[in-house]
């Protein structure tokens, strides 16, 4: 998420003048009651670990017979986050297991059928969770099958981030809410430049074989699917006609239009941020991706507009998001109870609000779109937030992602619109075979 520089007063210490203040045998008695948890997340390093760091000395101050252990398990460089969930459940068949993990949403389903999770319904209910003061569709992410597994910590989701200089140059009007796919591939093509065979400026940056900032957004909002409700299957739904369609014309930008980048090319230019660069016009991208030309290139004029919307008719979008879940084997859930119900508060928020995007309505009105306007276009955009096909299945990374990026590969290299109805076929049943093997298990 997206550092802002700016700190609370954690009120260390007031804490220090009231323990001062308690006769000795009372201080003795609090350090004796004091039960601590451990909280587990993949975020590592000052600006990763700065937001736990504000919300749990707030916590503490608020709840003094809890001590929380923040404990960083960050994945090794070129591991995925799945790393992380199969190192907390290491840890917890192990007998030494954090309370709290923090789980990421495409490991949610996962981690929950493990059989590691309490509900947390009750605990939300006894601490008085207003589950109205939340985005309704955010808050939803945490609930699989019926049961409240999580609470989401921090969430963001999809936008159009386009240089303002660029679409100026081209004579083009700037993107707006309710803008269309024909809107979007227009300006894409006249924001292109090329050099005889070679574009020089690309109007957009497809994110290739990132699903959700590419692929599976153009599915949603053509109207389609990936997978089945239950998970199970890719047919009648990866091969619906909305779905074909609609991979149809994502894919056909990179083999036909050639406006984007393809990941053989974006691979070529290693870690350079295109985007900033002013090398492409118009980027698919969460809100961290805005840190970049605040901190690198602050002379970039740069706005944020709405994905635009499909054949659908209906604005889609896709969400990231983390949230808190509370392990069975814990043995102080009534205290890890407490901490999670307080991320969900409204004081916790407000924190949150300086460092990240809030599920917390409130907070994000008063707090982070006042200091950060671009935020706007992602909080309008909640309400829109498609459910995660992510949490659909067991095993979306093993199963089901390996087969479309090798789609969007081939296509990329040498598709065209005579084989990629073969391609997305092919796809298909190399899914559901996949599919079948998990689910015998």
Wanted: charged fraction near 15%; hydrophobic fraction near 45%; charge should be neutral.
């Amino acid at each position: 998420m997206i550092t802002m520089k700016r700190l609370f007063s954690l009120g260390i210490l007031a804490i220090a003048l009231v323990l001062m203040s308690l006769p000795p045998h009372a201080a003795a008695h609090r350090a004796q009651a004091t039960v601590t948890i451990r909280v587990s997340t993949w975020d590592s390093g000052t600006g990763g670990l700065k937001p736990y760091q504000v919300g749990i000395a707030a916590f503490e101050q608020s709840h003094p017979g809890i001590k929380v252990d923040l404990e960083s398990i960050a994945p090794p460089v070129g591991q995925a986050l799945s790393w992380y969930i199969a190192r907390v459940l290491t840890e917890i068949a192990a007998g030494n297991g954090p309370d709290v993990m923090l789980v990421p949403d495409d490991q949610a389903r996962y981690f929950a059928h493990s059989g590691q999770l309490i509900d947390l319904a009750p605990a939300l209910k006894q601490y008085n969770v207003q589950i109205s003061d939340f985005y309704p569709n955010v808050w939803s992410l945490g609930n699989l099958s019926g049961t409240t597994y999580y609470v989401p910590k921090d969430w963001a989701d999809l936008s159009i981030q386009y240089n303002k200089t660029l679409f100026k140059k081209a004579g083009l009007p700037f993107p707006k809410a309710g803008w269309t796919w024909a809107d979007f591939l227009r300006d894409a093509q006249k924001l292109t430049v090329m050099n005889g065979s070679h574009p020089v400026q690309w109007g957009v940056q497809l994110q290739g074989d990132w699903l959700r900032a590419g692929f599976l957004y153009f599915v949603h909002s053509g109207g389609g699917q990936v997978l089945s409700p239950d998970g199970k299957t890719t047919t009648g739904y990866l091969t619906s006609k909305a779905s074909r369609n609609a991979i149809q014309f994502f894919l056909s930008m990179y083999y036909k239009y050639h406006v984007s980048p393809t990941p053989a090319e974006l691979s070529a230019f290693g870690s350079l941020n295109l985007f900033n660069a002013q090398k492409v016009a118009m980027v698919f991208d969460g809100p961290w991706r805005m840190a970049d030309p605040y901190e690198k290139n602050p002379s970039l004029d740069f706005g944020v507009a709405p994905v635009p919307i499909g054949p659908s008719g209906k604005q889609v979008t896709e969400p990231f998001w983390a949230g808190y879940g509370i392990s069975k084997s814990s043995k102080h859930i009534a205290a890890a109870e407490q901490f999670v119900a307080w991320s969900a508060s409204p004081a916790w928020a407000k924190i949150d609000a300086v460092f990240s995007m809030p599920a917390n309505k409130s907070a994000a009105v008063a707090i982070s779109m006042k200091q950060d306007p671009h935020l706007k276009v992602f909080f309008d955009q909640a309400n829109d937030v498609a459910p995660l096909e992510e949490m659909k299945t067991l095993n979306f990374d093993g199963d089901v992602t390996p087969a479309l990026q090798h789609l969007i590969e081939q296509a990329s290299l040498s598709g065209s619109d005579a084989t990629i109805q073969s391609l997305i076929t092919q796809t298909s049943a190399a899914i559901n075979a996949k599919l079948a093997a998990t689910y015998k298990q």
